[in-house]
């Protein structure tokens, strides 16, 4: 984050040098991580759309572009081009063999969250999600990809919450929580607390949704993931209801709104105002759904 500006004149340079197209895309897609954990959504999109069009690039590296752009178009709530993008990438690690697996696996697991996001937006099948998430799950162990095998987990889970399979859904949160810890990742642990805070709303055990919620913020604020912050808020803000809350279930919309428009995600931040609307013309009598 501090060297930022030392990084974006690195790129402008290099895009317009003779013979450093490769160099150049290798530096985006390494700084791509960056963008996505630091949610630079809309600066990451332009530099990777840049790098796309570079001509002669390796197979892996436009794979690996055709990834995070895949995934930074998730974060904007886009589910057909992320499907798009990750489909290609996708496509073009499996041309290159064994050597491609673990882009694969990453490539799969982007799809699959694209999947799952699109299902609950006409009806919640994810089958194809879940197909997915285990064909990510079993490159990521054949490769010995220790963060790709827990962050695969808790997808599955959350698959597994949206069929209602509360049990499996706790068993693989809780899988993917001891894989974080060992890593001591706290974007990840973050992650899977704020899905064993869900998991304990859905059971009615406010108290214990709220304390995961909350500790999940922390840590995600240390991280500085705005995205998962927003979904967090979303969070919150269902437990205050269920709480009897509405007027601090408001505060939250609002602040996450304020969010996801910050990142561009105009889909999310609208649906979440069509929630406050309602929240505010009802008193809070609303719950939000999961």
């Keep these: 984050e501090a060297e930022h500006d030392n990084l974006r004149a690195a790129l402008t340079w290099g895009l317009v040098q003779p013979g450093m197209a490769e160099a150049v895309a290798q530096l985006v ?19 990777l759309e840049q790098a796309l069009s570079l001509p002669d690039l390796a197979t892996a590296t436009r794979a690996g572009l055709l990834n995070h752009a895949g995934h930074l178009a998730w974060m904007q709530d886009d589910f057909a081009l992320a499907r798009t ?6 496509r073009l690690w499996q041309s290159l063999g064994p050597p491609g697996r673990q882009g694969a696996a990453y490539a799969s697991h982007s799809l ?26 079993s490159l990521f ?16 889970a959350r698959c597994h919450m949206g069929q209602h399979e509360h049990s499996l859904a706790l068993a693989a949160t809780e ?8 890593l001591e990742n706290p974007w990840g642990i973050g992650l899977t607390l704020s899905s064993l805070a869900d998991l304990k709303l859905q059971a009615g055990d406010l ?13 995600r604020r240390q991280v500085g993931h705005r995205h998962s912050l927003g979904v967090g808020l979303d969070l919150l803000a269902r437990i205050a209801l269920q709480e009897g809350k509405p007027s601090e279930a408001a505060a939250y919309y609002h602040e996450a709104i304020v969010v996801f428009e910050s990142l561009g995600n105009m889909p999310y931040a609208d649906e979440l105002r069509a ?16």
């Design 175 to 182: 899988a993917s929580l001891a894989g974080f810890r060992r």
């Design 112 to 137: 699959g969250m694209a999947l799952y996001s699109a299902a609950f937006q006409t009806q919640p099948d994810l089958t194809l999600a879940m197909r997915s998430f285990q064909t990510s799950l």
């Design 275 to 290: 929630t406050l609307a309602t929240v505010q013309a009802d008193g809070g009598a609303h719950n939000a759904s999961p």
């Design 29 to 47: 897609i390494a700084l791509a991580w960056f963008w996505r954990i630091r949610s630079h959504v809309l600066e990451g999109l332009i530099w």
């Design 85 to 90: 993008r990750e489909e290609e990438s996708l």
């Design 141 to 156: 162990e054949e490769v010995a990809d220790e963060w790709g095998i827990a962050f695969t987990l808790s997808w599955l």
């Design 207 to 219: 108290t214990a949704a709220r304390q995961l919620a909350e500790e999940a913020q922390t840590l």
